[in-house]
């Protein structure tokens, strides 16, 4: 059966590490492993070994986007022996910044990728699993971009090309697997309908970056999800507690927010 655990999310959990990072296993309905980003350190690494999974012997990894609290375990995941292809945006792999109170910041790849295979629009991970990226701009959306650039003055704007999420098939109907979201939820969430015909999304996991939404942007976000019939929520990481609670609570849906070691299990197709 399809099958997400989280590795490492902001949240904490009894005996495992927690971080300001994001990390999945993925399991497919045929039992491939996958791993959806690797944290900003080897602490996914620990919890995996923690709850019982190798991720070694994952059959590739998934890069949401390349900044640091997806990528910076990526060193240690090699040391421990991962030879699996690493797959993202061509875009990743280049020096990024951020503007924090006044102050520019690193948060890029840590460590640059040597080898990655590039994907551009999607691939087919398995036969239930799809890696979408180039996720369209659509005018008058918001976009999660603010302070970012690919320059330590702070002059060119990151816009995050490389924004990507899973799709993942399950026999309740589709589940969408993120990042950050960089790409903006009405985005994505277009994407779906226009690229795959998703118009019922049954699941929503990972990070919305919605931690430092307004109200406008809260009431876009849920008119959005309510069109799409959502019925299981599951957000954290760059999502802020207030936000993701705001949105269950009036979208009465299941909702159980993302830590470390919890595992969504979800029908397979026959």
């Not at 994952?58 to 990528?71: E, K, N, Q, W």
Request: charged share 20%.
């Amino acid at each position: 059966m399809p099958r997400l655990t989280v590795l490492v999310d902001n949240a904490g959990a009894d005996g495992l590490a927690s971080e300001w990072g994001l990390s999945m296993a993925v399991e497919t309905g045929g039992g491939d492993l996958w791993l959806w980003d690797a944290g900003a350190s080897a602490k996914f690494l620990c919890n995996a070994r923690a709850l019982g999974l190798d991720p070694s012997r994952a059959r590739g990894l998934a890069l949401s986007h390349g900044h640091y609290d997806h990528t910076g375990g990526i060193p240690a995941l090699l040391d421990a022996g991962f030879s699996g292809p690493i797959l993202v945006h061509p875009e990743a792999n280049r020096p990024r910044y951020a503007l924090h109170g006044g102050t520019i910041e690193t948060v890029g790849i840590p460590v640059p990728l040597e080898r990655f295979e590039p994907v551009n629009h999607a691939r087919d991970l398995a036969p239930d699993l799809t890696f979408v990226t180039d996720i369209p701009r659509l005018p008058g959306l918001p976009q999660s971009i603010g302070g970012l650039c690919l320059d330590p003055g702070g002059r060119d704007q990151d816009t995050v090309p490389d924004d990507a999420f899973l799709l993942l098939q399950t026999a309740d109907g589709p589940v969408a697997v993120l990042g950050c979201c960089h790409a903006g939820l009405e985005n994505t969430l277009a994407c779906l309908r226009e690229r795959f015909g998703v118009r019922r999304l049954h699941g929503l996991v990972g990070g919305a970056h919605l931690y430092n939404a307004d109200q406008k942007r809260l009431d876009g976000a849920l008119t959005a999800l309510r069109d799409c019939g959502l019925e299981r929520l599951h957000l954290g990481h760059c999502t802020g507690e207030a936000a993701a609670a705001w949105l269950g609570e009036r979208l009465g849906c299941r909702l159980e927010p993302l830590r470390p070691g919890l595992v969504l299990d979800f029908p397979a197709i026959p």
